[in-house]
């Protein structure tokens, strides 16, 4: 095999090495081994990525047939710069955060289970990247199911015992997102006979006005089923005990690729494939996505204030984030879509490093409860500190990566005529501001309890991904080619194919 | 020596110096006279290299450094124009003094954590730095933000309940306000306008209605928290908690200059003195502005506690500032540039001289202060100047300012100006001198603390510093006058 193939086949590789990856790692025993093997898998991924959105912004969009099999009957994987980026967001993030795994698992997992977990690990990896990267709605289905499924098992494997109900209950809402994304797709099917997603979208264009209902019920169940996917408001509520009661690093790893994931596919649904054929604006889709945002924006800002399980917190904030990611969408002009995308980038950096830290504060401390935390922040400094700047990219601080996903989305509601919710962008970071700095205040200035007595800074392996990720949150906040740049490029393909 | 540097180079230097400080500091944690060393020494760079671009921009030179653009239309840029010249001189002078005085304070009041607090201290004079270089909004911004997250573990530095709630108050206000009001009118700013440099002349000029620039100057005049205009004024009440160095060079040099800096500079190089007049867009200003002066000034009136009356009196001060500026004569701008310089001399003298009396004496209420001038007359004879100053009497830096103040008023025929200027300079002396009064001529009660003398030498040394500071700016008003002409030139 000569090196031209291997750079052909990038876009297969980049799913069939981490399925592959995750049937090797069934077959070990030793926890530390499967960490290796995982690792390696994960660490391979953002080269192709790489790769990948190289060879997307040079020559354009790229079209594989799996198999040799010619679109619209073969599955096509369809690389172009949107899914390239999140392609490489997802895998680099994981990357970063390999290392802090194996401590971190070893520590909250039973000896003979560990494999078990990072098999799932990448399982649900290969479905992730297998979403962003298919161009077929059906596949596309089949990758949301192997990710889900293996989610599934991620958040059971939690310490505490109400892990598995957290697990049922996402599980009940996650098969009823699927339900309605098949649903969704089915009737797509019916209408253009197709499920490419190109095909099924030249194909609605020449739809005729008798089908014109079915293409608004299939938006319908496809917005629905994908909404419960990436917890937007108010079907979020499987989300918090999911991140709370989750292995300390599948809750950093999920927050950080899941969601952007599910986003990923909504952006898919709405703009290649909807927005090419009809008119969006007629249907006023749009207008219902930006009110569940804002509502999203405060309301679960607001019960992260009152939120005394850290996870817990964060994990209504990653509520309050897709919030803004969906907000940017719903603008749907260039630089609210810009902002999406870019918040998409910057809030997994942001939140994969705040999840590690409370990782690295169970392994230490035991607790991730706010009473139990006073004066950890002097106990483990170079933690806190990351915490500190993560925290402050999540408000959205000139100098961090989340006052540019901000400041697009206000350029986006400008742009609209839309002032007021400019106000409303800066306003719902100022809750931000009150559940950070809350936390804040109970790990520097109070007393130190009795959790945080014995703690210190994780060992370098968890300590050096933690301190990776929270500079990341400062240098994109100052360089922002990779991050805004791409995703300016990737809004305007979108908008450019609008109807 | 200095001088032979590109300016470029100085300002690059000037921004980097107090963060470099910060970095050392750390290092010679173990070593508390190297630790101070270091920061004395960082101070001292900071004002030469600050000092060698006085020069070139009195010259008419206005040297610029960096350009990281981080997005199309924001910018990390630096460039320095002559308002941002005097407050940075202001500020980095004042520095190597309070860097003095904070040692002895510091030491004499064996407080913990010496070593994150002069780290925070370097860290807030190099966001100052970086506010009064800062060529548009966004650099400004950004610094502004660093200036009030580096100060907030300066005011929570006592770690007591009275010290979070005041930090609370502080972080909340300031990060709240400037997230809330100042980035929108920044965004909006930049939709307008399609730029967010600092131009002289303004860069809004026939491209908002009258009413988007009123509402434009109304978040901006509230946004910036920092200059403390009524009802936005209580984090710096709340900010007292703060040991007394933090007080004086903080509260009444970097960190509300920085707020007045920011509303002058918006008001010359964003709106333009020409727009804002055409607009009758800022009447208003100046009623909240006057209001703030003399409601202040009332508060003060009422207070026991010294430094609370301190920042009562500096919440007022500020406000001048502010009225300067809505006056929109160019002859009340010049006022305004010099009573940024003129208070900030004069009030860190009477910070120094309440923890001055607090190191030596341990009191914090005037009312146990009879007869300690007796006591401490090096203290109490800086505090009068400061005093005197505050009032607006020659010969003292108030007075100039002052006088352009009310000079500028009159020419426009603002009455309400000229009313709380003259009205707040009776309340200013009806508070400032009954404490000279207390201090000197009262027969001291029956001392509990036994007796004490005067407060360590660093403190006295950095006081008279200023006290000689107050009334050099008086007789020697050359180059902030210069300096503040040359801000309006187009």
């Known amino acids: 095999m000569t090196r031209i193939d291997v750079i052909q086949h990038l876009p297969s590789l980049q799913v069939v090495i981490p399925l592959l990856g995750a049937v090797l790692t069934a077959f070990l025993r030793r926890g530390t081994l499967a960490w290796g093997l995982a690792a390696v898998v994960t660490w391979l991924m953002p080269v192709i990525a790489g790769a990948l959105l190289l060879q997307v912004l040079q020559d354009g969009p790229i079209s594989y047939h799996l198999g040799g099999w010619p679109p619209p009957w073969g599955i096509e994987y369809r690389v172009d710069v949107l899914s390239a980026f999140v392609l490489l967001l997802v895998s680099a993030v994981s990357a970063v955060m390999m290392p802090f795994a194996r401590r971190s698992v070893a520590f909250e997992i039973e000896g003979d289970k560990q494999a078990w977990f990072y098999t799932m690990y990448l399982l649900c990896l290969t479905g992730l990247l297998g979403i962003t990267i298919t161009g077929d709605a059906f596949n596309a289905f089949v990758f949301l199911e192997i990710s889900s499924l293996s989610t599934y098992v991620l958040i059971a494997m939690g310490r505490d015992r109400r892990a598995l109900l957290a697990s049922y209950q996402y599980l009940i809402m996650g098969t009823i997102g699927a339900t309605f994304y098949v649903i969704g797709i089915g009737l797509l099917y019916l209408v253009t006979g197709s499920l490419n997603m190109v095909d099924i979208a030249s194909r609605l264009g020449s739809a005729s006005v008798e089908q014109f209902q079915p293409i608004v019920v299939a938006l319908a169940f496809l917005t629905v089923g994908i909404s419960l996917k990436l917890a937007l408001f108010p079907l979020h509520v499987w989300l918090p005990n999911a991140y709370a009661y989750a292995p300390s690093f599948a809750t950093a790893f999920l927050a950080a690729t899941a969601t952007k994931v599910a986003v990923y596919l909504f952006l898919r649904i709405f703009f290649s494939i909807f927005g090419v054929a009809i008119s969006l604006d007629a249907l006023r889709v749009f207008d219902v996505l930006l009110a569940l945002s804002l509502s999203a924006m405060f309301l679960a800002s607001i019960l992260a204030v009152y939120e005394q399980n850290l996870k817990r917190m964060l994990a209504y904030s990653s509520v309050a984030q897709i919030g803004y990611i969906t907000f940017g969408l719903s603008l749907a002009n260039q630089n609210g879509l810009t902002g999406s995308i870019v918040h998409l980038f910057n809030h997994a950096v942001i939140k994969g490093a705040l999840f590690l830290v409370l990782g690295a504060v169970v392994y230490r401390a035991g607790s991730v409860k706010l009473a139990d935390l006073g004066g950890i922040g002097r106990k483990m400094p170079l933690t806190f500190a990351a915490f500190v700047v993560a925290g402050l990219g999540l408000i959205g601080t000139p100098g961090t990566a989340g006052f540019i996903s901000k400041w697009y989305l206000a350029l986006g509601a400008l742009d609209k005529g839309q002032w007021p919710l400019v106000f409303l962008i800066v306003a719902s970071s100022l809750v931000a501001l009150i559940y950070i700095g809350r936390v804040v205040e109970v790990a520097y200035f109070h007393p130190t309890s009795e959790a945080a007595e014995k703690a210190s800074d994780p060992p370098l392996n968890m300590l050096l991904p933690i301190l990776a990720l929270a500079a990341a949150t400062i240098y994109f906040g100052f360089f922002t080619e990779l991050s805004a740049g791409a995703a300016s490029k990737a809004a305007q393909a979108l908008i450019g194919g609008l109807k | ?490």
Request: glycine fraction near 8%; charged fraction near 10%; proline fraction near 6%.
């Open chain 2, 1 to 490: 020596m200095m001088i032979s540097y590109p300016p470029e180079i100085l300002v690059l230097a000037a921004v980097l110096i107090p963060f470099i400080g910060a970095l050392l500091i750390p290092v010679f944690h173990r070593a508390p006279n190297l630790r101070e060393a270091v920061t004395l020494a960082t101070a001292g760079a900071l004002f030469l290299t600050v000092l060698g671009l006085l020069d070139p921009v009195l010259a008419g030179a206005r040297p610029e450094a960096m350009n990281i653009v981080v997005v199309p239309g924001l910018a990390l840029a630096f460039k320095v124009e002559p308002l941002g010249m005097l407050f940075a001189l202001v500020a980095s002078a004042l520095w190597i003094v309070n860097s003095i005085y904070s040692i002895g304070y510091m030491r004499g009041n064996d407080e913990p954590r010496q070593t994150s607090y002069y780290v925070c201290f370097a860290v807030a004079l190099g966001c100052t730095i970086g506010i009064a270089f800062a060529k548009n909004l966004f650099t400004l911004f950004l610094f502004y933000e660093g200036l009030t997250l580096s100060t907030y573990p300066l005011v929570t530095h006592k770690a007591t309940p009275d010290a979070i709630r005041g930090g609370r108050i502080y972080l909340l206000l300031l990060l709240g306000t400037s997230l809330v009001l100042l980035l929108p009118a920044i965004v909006i700013t930049w939709e307008l306008a399609g730029t967010i440099d600092f131009t002289p002349g303004g860069i809004l000029e026939g491209k908002a209605s009258g009413a988007v620039i009123g509402l434009l100057l109304a978040l901006y005049a509230f946004g910036i928290g920092k200059a403390a205009l009524m009802p936005l004024h209580f984090w710096l009440p709340a900010a007292m908690v703060a040991p007394t160095p933090v007080s004086a060079l903080l509260h009444a040099v970097a960190v509300v200059k920085a707020g007045v800096f920011t509303i002058v500079k918006v008001v010359v190089y964003v709106f333009g003195l020409d727009t804002l007049r055409g607009s009758d867009q800022s009447a208003w200003l100046i009623y909240v502005a006057g209001a703030t002066v003399v409601l202040a000034s009332l508060v003060a009136l009422r207070q026991d506690n010294l430094k609370k009356l301190l920042a009562y009196s500096t919440v007022s001060q500020l406000s001048y500032v502010v009225l300067a500026a809505a006056i929109l004569a160019p002859i009340s701008l010049i006022g305004a540039a010099l009573h940024i310089a003129a208070h900030a001399v004069s009030k860190i003298t009477l910070f120094f001289a309440a923890g001055s009396i607090y190191t030596a004496a341990h009191k914090t209420e005037i009312s146990e202060m009879k007869g300690i001038g007796r006591r401490m007359p090096w203290t109490m004879g800086a505090f009068a100047i400061g005093a005197l100053s505050m009032i607006g009497l020659p010969p003292t830096a108030g007075f100039l300012g002052k006088w352009f103040m009310l000079t500028g008023a009159m020419q426009t025929s603002q009455w309400f100006a000229v009313g709380v200027i003259v009205l707040s300079t009776v309340l200013n002396a009806s508070y400032f001198l009954p404490i000279v009064v207390t201090a000197f001529l009262r027969e001291p009660d029956d001392n509990p603390h036994g007796k004490h003398g005067e407060a360590p030498w660093p403190i006295v040394l950095a006081l008279t510093a200023t006290a000689i500071g107050t009334l050099a700016l008086f007789w020697l008003p050359d180059v902030p006058l210069a300096l503040a002409k040359s801000m309006l030139e187009r």
